[in-house]
């Protein structure tokens, strides 16, 4: 085939395609747990969604659906957790709950990441968590108003604390989804004898 007719917008096309490169680390699962407050176990499905790491603008940014909360915490905050050692540090507020999330109607969410991560390095953590905080958190534009120092607990049980509502593996990390037998019940652990489920 001969390119005689191989014209300069054709070259700049083939330019830009060929340096194009993807922002965003890969997309990761997010799943939920349902043994904890918000939750029907006749009614509801485990919440689900999906997570990114946008390396250009050092946030998180994915969809949700399925996401409930109980009365009185609304307002979603995130973490990052380190398995192994049980520890987790706050990333920030994801904001008001998003209601009647069901099929293609999707809470979307951006988090700008703290400085220290915006590399995309998040040390020895290995999944991004969503909590679920008193509403007097946010006030009514959804600003922080107090910003918690630890992830919160279930009501429902006292012992399982941190409470995650939705979880998944950081892009990169080095870590494996288990099952933990029951319900929709997993948990990722580089240590798995020390892990707890998290429901």
């Known amino acids: 085939m001969q390119l005689r007719n191989f014209s300069p917008w054709c070259a700049a096309l083939l330019i830009t395609l060929t340096s194009f490169t993807v922002s965003a680390k890969e997309v990761v699962p997010m799943l939920g ?3 904890i407050d918000g939750y029907d176990f006749g009614n509801d499905i485990g919440p689900k969604g999906s997570v990114a790491f946008d390396e250009e603008t050092g946030e998180f940014v994915g969809a949700y659906n399925g996401l409930k909360m109980p009365s009185g915490r609304r307002a979603i905050f995130a973490w990052v957790h380190d398995t192994v050692n049980q520890k ?10 998003k209601t009647g999330t069901a099929g293609k109607d999707k ?13 995309g390095d998040f040390g020895s953590n290995e999944i991004l968590a969503f909590t679920s905080e008193s509403t ?3 006030d009514n534009e959804g600003q922080v108003v107090t910003t918690p120092s630890e992830p919160s607990g279930s009501d429902i049980q006292a012992e399982l604390k941190p409470a995650f509502y939705l979880y998944a593996a950081l892009p990169g990390a080095d ?25």
Do not use: N
């Open 33 to 35: 747990g349902v043994l």
């Open 88 to 97: 987790s540090e706050y990333i920030g507020a994801v904001g008001w709950l």
């Open 107 to 119: 809470g979307r969410f951006r988090i700008p990441v703290p400085a220290k991560f915006r590399s």
């Open 136 to 138: 007097s958190f946010l």
């Open 175 to 199: 870590t494996d989804l288990h099952y933990c037998g029951h319900g929709q019940d997993f948990f990722y652990a580089k240590a798995p004898e020390k892990q707890v489920c998290y429901d």
